[in-house]
């Protein structure tokens, strides 16, 4: 059971938009930035979005990152089969003292 | 541009000590932290630890009875050992450049698979 809730799996078709959510607590999302990593099938993760709503140099605008409250959410437009991914949350918790994740949501380009 | 090379023994055996390195390239391991996340088969990330030149460590208390993480300023290497392994620590073993104690992961290795069995 992660500290952080995802959905398990999202879908949907080329060219749309997508959004996951990561659900936490106030030790954790609620006084902590929020980071975002794409996982490819068989690939290490890679860091799409930090401190919230941060692109590191080379992700394209198509995805963005939100943070409100106990909450983050991750937004992809222009969907492209090359999305197809485990996507991952995490962030500091406080009570625990650790790096924690959401479980991991797998993206689906119908 | 900064790049990450895991390696490890592959196979340990139940009980015996598990020691993985991570070589750092194109950047001084004075910099930043430097931090070992694992991923079970088939499951989610797990942050293990981290650590800063100077010394200063972070454990996942979980783990922290077990677990060593240390730096070589001489040969730009992070090295994770891990005690009396079991099933459980089976898992693909990530090394990642973070630009603070509790913060974001940039770089990462490609990992290295390490197999606990008998």
């Known amino acids: 059971q992660s500290v952080l809730t995802q959905p398990p799996s999202v879908s949907a078709a080329p060219g749309q938009k997508v959004t996951i959510s990561c659900s936490g607590s106030?030790?954790?999302?609620?006084?902590?930035?929020v980071s975002w990593y794409q996982q490819l099938p068989g690939t290490a993760p890679r860091l799409l979005i930090y401190?919230?709503?941060k692109r590191p140099s080379g992700i394209p605008d198509r995805f963005s990152g939100s943070k409100s409250g106990t909450s983050a959410t991750l937004g992809i437009t222009g969907l492209q089969t090359g999305d197809e991914a485990d996507y991952y949350c995490?962030?500091?918790?406080?009570?625990?003292?650790?790096?924690?994740f959401g479980g991991g949501t797998r993206l689906t380009v119908l | 541009q900064v790049q990450l090379q895991e390696s490890g023994p592959g196979l340990v055996k139940p009980s015996e000590p598990l020691s993985l390195t991570c070589s750092v390239s194109?950047?001084?391991?004075?910099?930043?932290?430097w931090t070992w996340i694992r991923q079970p088969p088939g499951k989610g990330l797990e942050w293990v630890a981290n650590?800063?030149?100077?010394?200063?460590?972070n454990y996942n208390p979980s783990l922290k009875s077990r677990v060593t993480i240390s730096v070589d300023t001489s040969t730009n290497e992070c090295s994770l050992e891990v005690s009396s392994v079991t099933a459980a620590d089976t898992a693909v073993y990530y090394c990642?450049?973070?630009?603070?104690?509790?913060?974001?992961?940039?770089?990462w290795g490609k990992g290295t698979t390490v197999t606990v069995s008998s």
């Open positions: 995490g962030t500091w918790d406080s009570s625990l003292t650790v790096v924690v």
């Open positions: 650590i800063y030149y100077r010394g200063t460590t």
């Open positions: 106030g030790s954790n999302i609620g006084n902590n930035y």
């Open positions: 194109g950047d001084s391991i004075t910099s930043f932290y």
């Open positions: 401190d919230n709503n």
């Open positions: 990642a450049r973070a630009h603070s104690w509790n913060g974001y992961m940039d770089v």
